[in-house]
């Protein structure tokens, strides 16, 4: 097989997650071009192949090999094996933590309504519980010995209670739409975030595992990155243990010294909601030519 025409076939989750995703590969270092007209984005890399999935569908569709791999979260790959009754045919190569709306994992909740007398999962006995983890809910509930009628929601789950269903199972990152509907959280079903998944036949494949795990580098650390800065400035070697002693780093300031031997130059990353309050204290400690910079990957 000659090495151009390789390609590997990855699946973009298509809705809530899709801007989100195309925004992490466009800080790793991959454009992805979505039309409107099309399921098949643009790359700009000529041994990828992108398609439009669901994140719902992804797991199914890299499980049977439509895909080599894809992008999906934890808990539709947990409702995936739930309904196939086995686990282990789908690999993780990546764990990838954000979300639509945060770079934090997402919960599944278990809510009622605020005046609801229901505090737990077997107060649910014989209730409707509506949701579109349907599979997996179901599993929650046998865990806990609860016999509970959980019905697929085709969306808009936070309204239903209490007259189309006793309580819910819904994502939230913030739960402010559930207090917007005056919805109570009694307990957390899962936790979940975005994973690179691949299926065995494409693992088996030198070459497209190598991919994958380029893409799974360049990925994580680019989340690596997410809301860090670097910071570089120059210091007389007099004050440079005042300087220090202000810096938080990664691992270690990396110091280097300038063609005037009485300085050093000092660079490190650092989180940038500490910036403001940290530049005019290094200031104050005597750092000169103090540089703040934008961060698009860290590979740790």
């Known amino acids: 097989m000659v090495f151009d025409a390789m390609k590997l076939k990855l699946g973009i989750p ?4 899709q801007d989100a995703t195309v925004q992490l590969f466009a800080r790793a270092g991959f454009n992805i071009y979505i039309s ?14 992108c398609m439009l999935i669901r ?17 999906t979260g934890q808990d539709w790959i947990a409702e995936h094996e739930a309904g196939e009754g086995r686990t282990g045919v ?38 409707t519980v509506a949701t579109e983890l349907v599979r997996a ?10 016999t509970a ?32 509907n005056r919805l109570r959280i009694i307990d ?7 994973q690179l998944i691949a299926n065995h036949t494409a693992l088996a494949d030198s070459w497209k595992k190598m991919k994958l795990d380029n893409i799974a580098l360049l990925l994580k650390a680019a989340i690596e990155a997410q809301g860090r800065v670097g910071l570089m400035l120059n210091v007389r070697r007099d004050d440079l243990d ?14 280097s010294a300038l063609s005037d031997v009485e300085w050093v130059a000092v660079n490190t990353i650092i989180e940038e909601r500490t910036v403001r309050d940290l530049i005019p204290r290094l200031k104050a400690a005597q750092a000169h030519g103090i540089v703040e910079y934008p961060l698009n990957k860290i590979v740790l």
């Open 14 to 17: 298509k809705g809530s997650l």
């Open 36 to 49: 409107s007209r099309s399921y098949f984005p643009a790359i700009d890399d000529p041994e990828i192949e």
């Open 55 to 71: 994140a719902q569908e992804m797991a199914r569709y890299v499980a049977d090999g439509v895909l080599d791999a894809g992008l």
């Open 90 to 127: 789908l690999t993780s190569i990546a764990d990838l933590i954000y979300a639509k709306q945060s770079f934090g994992k997402v919960k599944w909740v278990l809510a009622v309504p605020e005046e609801s007398e229901m505090r737990s999962a077997k107060d649910l006995a014989g209730k």
């Open 137 to 146: 809910t179901r599993a929650y509930f046998k865990r806990h010995g609860v």
């Open 149 to 180: 009628n959980v019905e697929f929601s085709w969306g808009a789950t936070e309204v239903k209670p209490p007259v189309l269903a006793d309580a819910i199972v819904e994502a939230t990152e913030t739960g402010s739409t559930l207090r917007a």
């Open 188 to 194: 957390t079903v899962m936790e979940s975030n975005t």
């Open 242 to 255: 005042a300087v220090l002693s202000l810096l938080p780093a990664l691992q270690r300031p990396t110091i």
